[in-house]
């Protein structure tokens, strides 16, 4: 990163330089006076005005089209930081992959004085034409860059301070810059970082389209940075490492270079589908991330996608062997909603993720009067939005490029007589709200691309995560739906929350097994102690391994549990000294996080083993091999 300089030593150095012939070490950044080296290499006349043609208007639309895609993404974060830059007198600036200024806005007064330099819209700010500039030189460095006053090489431009990000897309691909200028007198202290913070973000939406053919991994160690442009996301193509962000980069010390070059195997220890049942994943530093897979390339963010976006199937049977669960209070939960289905209203459901909704809209399914006609599930996240519309409400024939040649009928009409779970409805696009409003309220469709209107029959249970009275609040989702769909609402509580776990778990475990698998009672303490952030899918894929690992009749102690839960929610079991020693080192790999946890155990039980060992769930023997000598021995 370029450092700054005192002004005085940069006219010096340009005197040294330009003057004598000399390079000024030390008194300009490296990176300046590597870029002084290669104009003056290329003959440029450091005292001229450089001649600088922006294109026609109209070419300038057309360049601007060519890049759609960067001004699309980048839009939100040019519109926030213009306002901020408008307060500083400063304008922020977007170019396309070769410093072509595809748009400049803020202050006007810094326009007008930017625009006597050709610092506008149409010109082209590469460094073989314009010398050393923040654009043009973070293009040839490929990372940020700042070039203040004299330190451009061009004598009139040291009127510009100048701090420029470049925008690379998924694949490691340059596609643009992002400049904050203003005035060379002001020193514009946070303007590097405020360009890095938006490309940061601008990079991060460029995964929203997804990757085609493409897993993408959303992974961070803090949960609670999951979703925002700081979580590292890796797109792998046939187990090789294809797309990353810069923070996924950064997590794995990787350089864009190597995209394509790494393995999956590589970066991670355990199969993806560890993160997909269980939301976490350790990887082959023995560090747990939290996160989630997205399937294959879609124009939107998914959720669970290992579940296709549409199913159509016939109503449940209660004697599976691995029927779901159901406790008293769900139990009338369900007999409540399932009147209230019957008398053809509609049910709502809310609960975080795999909490059960969809489970639970099966059994409501399965025990109402439709239960001989189908139960059509989409999930509203899944589907490219572009295709909800048709997919729900059907078309008629040649209604839209791309249509089958003889229509389709639509969800809405596959459900006849039965029931409809409009999975995810948080994420039903804003634009078609009014259309399934409608449709609930007329029971009546008419299919895109005309035809007649079909009347229809179907009972709706509708779940969703998220909470629609703050998307209604804050316009995301439509009021008089929300009304419509939110008539009965039934919350199913997440694990965390649930007032006999153990229960739940020898319950659920009885359900699996039918060979005689024990689990000890350590065992049964640390799965029960455990928050299960990915609720009964978590929980129930874990209990699935565990049958599916051991022989029957085997007995299941605590060694045989998923590393997450014999670290770190062990030391959580285990109060609050193992558990401070564990949270003050959330960076540290699992042996590490293990280690201090049977070390602050052992202290906390004045060194005795047996009740360390008991206290952290855990055998006396594994304690002993993993602590190795020094260890007081038992009486
Ligand atoms: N009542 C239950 N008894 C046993 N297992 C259950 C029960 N409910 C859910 N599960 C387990 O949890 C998994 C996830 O449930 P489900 O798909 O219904 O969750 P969800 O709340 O709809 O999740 P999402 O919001 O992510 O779509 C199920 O596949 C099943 O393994």
């Given at each position: 990163m370029a450092q700054p300089q005192p002004r005085h030593s940069v006219g010096q150095a340009r005197r040294v330089f330009f003057e004598r012939g000399l390079a000024p070490q030390g008194q300009v950044p490296d990176t300046i006076l590597q870029s002084w080296q290669r104009c003056q290499r290329l003959g440029l006349e450091a005292q001229s005005h450089p001649a600088i043609e922006p294109v026609t208007e109209a070419d300038l639309r057309r360049m601007r089209e060519r890049h759609e895609k960067l001004w699309r993404l980048a839009r939100a974060e040019l519109e926030a930081l213009a306002t901020d830059a408008m307060a500083t007198g400063s304008i922020v600036i977007l170019t396309d992959e070769d410093g072509w200024i595809l748009d400049a806005e803020g202050s006007t007064g810094f326009l007008n004085k930017a625009g006597r330099v050709a610092l506008m819209p149409g010109a082209c700010w590469s460094e073989t034409q314009v010398g050393t500039n923040a654009i043009g030189t973070a293009i040839v460095e490929g990372r940020a860059v700042e070039v203040r006053?004299?330190?451009?090489?061009?004598?009139?431009?040291?009127?510009?301070?100048?701090?420029?990000?470049?925008?690379?897309?998924?694949?490691?691909?340059?596609?643009?810059?992002?400049?904050?200028?203003?005035?060379?007198?002001?020193?514009?202290?946070?303007?590097?970082?405020?360009?890095?913070?938006?490309?940061?973000?601008?990079?991060?939406?460029?995964?929203?389209?997804?990757?085609?053919?493409?897993?993408?991994?959303?992974?961070?160690h803090n949960p609670a940075l999951l979703g925002t442009a700081r979580e590292g996301i890796l797109a792998f193509r046939d187990g090789r490492l294809v797309a990353a962000s810069q923070s996924g980069l950064q997590l794995f010390g990787l350089e864009r270079g190597e995209l394509g070059e790494v393995s999956y195997h590589a970066l991670f220890e355990q199969a993806l589908s560890r993160l997909r049942d269980d939301g976490v994943l350790v990887d082959r530093h023995g560090r747990m991330l939290h996160g989630h897979v997205q399937e294959h390339g879609d124009d939107r963010p998914r959720r669970h996608s290992s579940r296709p976006p549409i199913t159509v199937s016939a109503a449940t049977r209660a004697d599976r062997a691995d029927a779901p669960l159901f406790d008293a209070g769900q139990d009338a939960e369900l007999q409540r909603a399932c009147r209230v289905l019957d008398a053809e209203l509609p049910v709502l459901l809310l609960g975080q993720t795999g909490t059960g909704k969809e489970v639970f809209a099966r059994e409501l399914h399965r025990r109402g009067s439709r239960a001989d006609k189908p139960f059509v599930a989409v999930n509203c996240a899944a589907l490219p939005e572009g295709l909800i519309e048709a997919e729900l409400f059907g078309y008629e024939d040649g209604a839209f490029t791309?249509?089958?040649?003889?229509?389709?009928?639509?969800?809405?009409?596959?459900?006849?007589?039965?029931?409809?779970?409009?999975?995810?409805?948080?994420?039903?696009?804003?634009?078609?709200?009014?259309?399934?409003?409608?449709?609930?309220?007329?029971?009546?469709?008419?299919?895109?691309?005309?035809?007649?209107?079909?009347?229809?029959?179907?009972?709706?249970?509708?779940?969703?995560?998220?909470?629609?009275?703050?998307?209604?609040?804050?316009?995301r989702f439509r009021a008089d739906l929300y009304y419509r769909i939110a008539h009965h609402c039934v919350r199913i509580a997440p694990l965390s929350d649930h007032p006999e776990r153990a229960r739940l778990i020898r319950d659920l475990w009885r359900r699996l097994d039918k060979h005689g698998r024990q689990l000890t009672?350590?065992?049964?303490?640390?799965?029960?102690?455990?928050?299960?952030?990915?609720?009964?899918?978590?929980?129930?894929?874990?209990?699935?391994?565990?049958?599916?690992?051991?022989?029957?009749?085997?007995?299941?102690?605590?060694?045989?549990?998923?590393?997450?839960?014999?670290?770190?929610?062990?030391?959580?079991?285990?109060?609050?000294?193992?558990?401070?020693?564990?949270?003050?080192?959330?960076?540290?790999?699992?042996?590490?996080v293990e280690e201090a946890a049977m070390r602050a155990a052992l202290r906390a039980c004045d060194g005795n083993v047996v009740q360390a060992a008991r206290r952290l769930g855990i055998s006396r023997s594994t304690l002993y091999r993993r602590l190795g000598g020094g260890l007081r021995k038992p009486n």
């Open positions: 006053g004299g330190e451009h090489y061009f004598a009139p431009h040291s009127i510009l301070s100048c701090s420029a990000t470049p925008v690379y897309d998924p694949f490691g691909h340059l596609v643009g810059v992002l400049d904050i200028s203003g005035e060379a007198s002001v020193h514009h202290v946070h303007a590097l970082g405020l360009a890095r913070l938006a490309v940061a973000n601008i990079e991060h939406r460029y995964f929203e389209d997804g990757i085609a053919d493409a897993q993408v991994v959303r992974l961070h791309g249509a089958r040649k003889q229509g389709s009928p639509g969800l809405l009409r596959q459900a006849a007589g039965g029931v409809l779970f409009l999975d995810e409805i948080g994420d039903m696009p804003l634009a078609l709200q009014p259309r399934l409003l409608r449709v609930l309220q007329e029971r009546e469709l008419t299919p895109l691309g005309g035809g007649k209107p079909v009347k229809l029959d179907f009972a709706l249970i509708c779940a969703t995560h998220q909470d629609l009275e703050r998307g209604v609040a804050e316009g009672d350590e065992a049964l303490q640390a799965l029960a102690g455990y928050s299960w952030p990915g609720n009964l899918r978590q929980l129930s894929a874990c209990l699935r391994t565990l049958v599916a690992l051991s022989e029957p009749g085997a007995r299941i102690g605590p060694e045989a549990l998923p590393a997450y839960l014999r670290s770190i929610e062990l030391a959580r079991v285990a109060e609050d000294p193992v558990a401070a020693a564990v949270t003050a080192m959330p960076d540290a790999g699992l042996e590490a």
